[in-house]
């Protein structure tokens, strides 16, 4: 399974909402630029998480967005229906227009509905809150480091 750029910026912004204090709206340009996220993207993201009922969006201008729920409440399950649609493994199951010759035989439809449901209860097990509390500052000393490294070069020279 390969996680897409939408669902891996969608979680990235809910962390970076997630970590604002309570009822803080912010602009979609500052979480763009802090999160390093083309806005036109991060634009069509926050619509999908808005419309999931998992952000807040509020115009004008003191506008902006924040999250709906708690960190605590939003689950690894929850983004990333509101930004892929339902989790599904193979076609067969639950689709009736699939027409498979093997239906009726095949040893693999089994396994995999049983690797859909184990990924199912592990995202709904994990909530942003999760991984608010494993998250480190990477780009922040990254950012630092660079900057440390262009002062020292520009005193030595």
């Given at each position: 399974m390969i996680i897409s750029k939408t669902l891996d910026y969608a979680v990235r912004t809910l962390i970076y909402l997630g970590k604002q204090p309570e009822g803080k709206t912010i602009f979609m340009k500052e979480i763009a630029e802090n999160q390093r996220i083309p806005l036109s993207y991060l634009a069509k993201v926050m619509r999908q998480l808005v419309k999931a009922g998992i952000v807040w969006s509020e115009f004008g201008p003191n506008g902006g967005y924040s999250l709906k729920k708690t960190p605590s409440q939003i689950t690894l399950k929850q983004v990333y229906e509101a930004v892929e649609g339902e989790i599904k493994m193979i076609d067969c199951f639950d689709n009736p227009t699939y027409a498979c010759v093997f239906t009726s035989c095949c040893g693999q439809a089994d396994i995999w509905h049983e690797v859909e449901m184990k990924l199912v209860n592990i995202l709904e097990?994990?909530?942003?809150?999760?991984?608010?509390?494993?998250?480190?500052?990477?780009?922040?000393?990254?950012?630092?480091?660079?900057?440390?490294?262009q002062e020292k070069k520009h005193a030595n020279s």
């Open positions: 097990s994990i909530t942003i809150q999760d991984i608010i509390a494993r998250d480190c500052t990477y780009p922040t000393k990254l950012l630092k480091t660079k900057i440390n490294k």
